[in-house]
């Protein structure tokens, strides 16, 4: 979602910001801006005035602002929003600034028009900010926006006392809700004060000590400090030229490790592919490949790369201790929870409860302390399923592991257990490459537990790990499929409705394809187990709306047929993806993809495979913005 970048350096650091909020663009947002404090080129004395550039076009409209008025400065802070609170607008748009309260007799326009004392940029959402908007406007504070944010930066003026740190650390005291900050003010030039709580920030340890920075995300920082220090929940952490220290939410001075943290700038490059989508549907083979790499058996250090669990709490005692499994995600990563439910009950023989994480911490439910809590997701930063963890963990829930993406996410520090994906960055806000990984991690947790529970032989075992080592061959050959797929994609793309069906293990796949569709195309779709068509949804079904149906040769195949007849005799247009030997075949009003070969209990790895295809393409030919769809952000930090 949201991006921040800040600096403190001895040279121009507008070019850094700038080229940090690139890196970042790939999160979504719909305004960005940029604050230094001033630099006086002719002057040896210290810069004492605040100047920001705000706008909603993109990243580069506002470089070239920035370059046209000459904007320089060793201090600065920049960010990108994704409106929560108030519409996307330029008034709405961060840096935030506060100017103190107005005099008496003063009007708004005059009261705008003063300098700025306190400027800041901030990640999350505060949900104490209409109590806080009274307190202030009652001390004379002047607003010109909608957003919670701005309650933020008058508060911090409100508590400043010449320390702008603690000024900080008595504001966010004041905070409920989550946030991260990156804070100026116009008596400091070369302080920068960070916060965070529920969303991430990181510390950036510039060489020499000339230069430190703040980013929520390291990949902003790339090629530009590769020593990051990741902040814990409720640190306030004072960034200067030759120094830093963070403090903890008691306020006692602390030590956070640094980590060298290679951020894969190179990634973000496009090469041949005309969007990251596609890029990232390609990369699926080398993301397996990677996630699997080094897997030569279902071992125990497989699910320790947390390296949380105390003496005998590792992964093995764990997974044969535990009478149940409680999997918690959001969107893609929910669906990925789904297919493994099949897999952990069907495999491993354990009950398996799939919740989506926005809902359950808000409902009464039964707690188990021998139920093992598995969090999926792609970035580890997640609110909704950090929040969703840390309920289970308060009602008795021990047991956690996690499936994600970024080792040095706070999910996977918050985790005793953790498998480690290896899909490299994903840039394109509709995950494909993130979610083919987390399946795979996922089997190979099926694999571990059921060995655990003694349901798995060596030659079983065997067997499975062949099958995966194959996943990135049988990958290439489904990618094979595009130019078909194209074909479709042409038929879907004046469509305005579609529905897509699967049965089992593949009913979350046929979900995922219809999320996917409409993600980027915008095109309304839904998915249905095709048992329940004639249940409801088979109303809805005329020539004009295409049904895409997931049909692997399984034990209900026979039954999808009979869904697909339903769909047929009422008029309706089938577009099938069908194993070789499934005995499908193409004909009027039918239309028939050949996946290259069944692949049994790993089949929706395949499956999805062309299902992200199609959007893509339907997404090209009718033009919408592919990686950055209206109103999605790619990684979902506040609630």
Not at 26 to 47: E, T
Request: net charge negative.
């Amino acid at each position: 979602m949201c991006g921040i970048v800040g600096a403190v350096s001895t040279r121009n650091i507008v070019p850094l910001l700038v080229q940090g909020l690139q890196r970042l663009e790939y999160r979504g947002y719909d305004s960005c801006g940029v604050a230094v404090h001033l630099r006086d080129a002719a002057s040896a004395a210290p810069a004492t005035q605040l100047r920001r550039l705000r706008g909603i076009a993109r990243v580069a409209d506002l470089a070239a602002q920035a370059e046209a008025q000459g904007l320089a400065g060793g201090t600065g802070i920049a960010h990108t929003r994704w409106a929560t609170h108030g519409a996307p607008a330029v008034a709405n748009a961060h840096p935030h600034v506060s100017r103190g309260p107005v005099p008496a007799g003063m009007d708004g326009e005059q009261a705008a028009a003063r300098p700025a004392r306190v400027t800041l940029v901030h990640n999350g959402i505060i949900e104490n900010h209409d109590e806080l908007r009274a307190e202030l406007l009652a001390r004379g504070y002047f607003f010109t926006s909608q957003t919670d944010t701005e309650v933020i930066v008058h508060l911090v003026d409100s508590l400043y006392e010449g320390d702008l740190f603690a000024a900080v650390q008595a504001a966010v005291r004041r905070l409920r809700g989550s946030y991260s900050l990156a804070v100026l003010h116009r008596d400091e030039p070369q302080r920068l004060v960070g916060a965070r709580a529920g969303s991430p920030l990181v510390l950036g340890v510039g060489a020499d000590g000339k230069e430190n920075f703040l980013a929520s995300d390291a990949m902003a920082l790339a090629g530009v400090t590769d020593q990051i220090v990741y902040l814990e929940e409720g640190d306030v952490v004072d960034v200067q030229l030759g120094k830093t220290w963070v403090s903890d939410r008691q306020g006692q001075r602390v030590t956070r490790p640094v980590r060298t943290v290679q951020a894969m700038s190179g990634a973000a490059e496009l090469g041949p592919y005309r969007h990251y989508m596609q890029k990232e549907i390609f990369e699926q083979p080398r993301a397996i490949a990677d996630t699997l790499e080094g897997v030569e058996a279902v071992v125990p250090e497989l699910f320790e790369a947390a390296g949380h669990h105390a003496p005998g709490e590792g992964a093995y005692p764990t997974f044969r201790q535990v009478r149940q499994i409680l999997i918690l995600a959001c969107g893609t990563s929910y669906y990925a929870g789904c297919v493994a439910k099949y897999w952990l009950e069907g495999m491993a023989k354990i009950p398996t409860q799939v919740e989506i994480a926005s809902e359950y911490r808000y409902r009464d439910s039964v707690p188990d302390p021998d139920t093992l809590v598995v969090t999926i997701t792609q970035s580890g930063e997640t609110a909704d399923t950090l929040a969703a963890l840390r309920h289970a963990q308060s009602l008795g829930m021990r047991h956690t592991l996690t499936v994600c993406n970024v080792a040095t996410s706070a999910m996977v520090r918050e985790c005793k257990l953790a498998y480690i994906t290896r899909a490299g960055i994903e840039i394109g806000v509709a995950s494909t490459k993130a979610f083919t990984a987390q399946l795979a991690g996922l089997f190979l947790l099926t694999l571990a537990l059921a060995r655990a529970r003694g349901l798995l032989t060596d030659e079983q075992e065997a067997a499975h790990l062949k099958a995966m080592r194959h996943l990135p061959t049988a990958l290439q050959a489904v990618l094979a499929l595009e130019p078909q797929i194209i074909t479709w994609a042409e038929q879907f793309a004046g469509k305005e409705h579609a529905l897509f069906l699967g049965r089992g293990l593949h009913y979350p796949v046929a979900q995922e394809g219809a999320l996917k569709l409409k993600e980027v195309t915008y095109i309304h779709a839904e998915a249905y187990a095709a048992g329940e068509l004639k249940h409801g949804p088979l109303a809805l079904v005329t020539s004009s709306m295409p049904v895409v149906t997931v049909a692997p040769n399984d034990a209900l195949l026979e039954k999808l047929k009979s869904n697909m007849q339903e769909v047929r005799a009422r008029g309706g247009v089938l577009y099938v993806l069908a194993d070789a030997d499934t005995r499908i075949d193409s004909g009027e009003g039918l239309h028939v993809i050949r996946m290259p070969e069944n692949y049994g209990p790993l089949s929706p790895i395949l499956h999805t495979v062309p299902l992200q295809l199609l959007a893509y393409h339907t997404a090209v030919a009718r033009g919408t913005d592919v990686d950055k769809p209206r109103n999605l952000a790619k990684s979902v930090t506040v609630e």
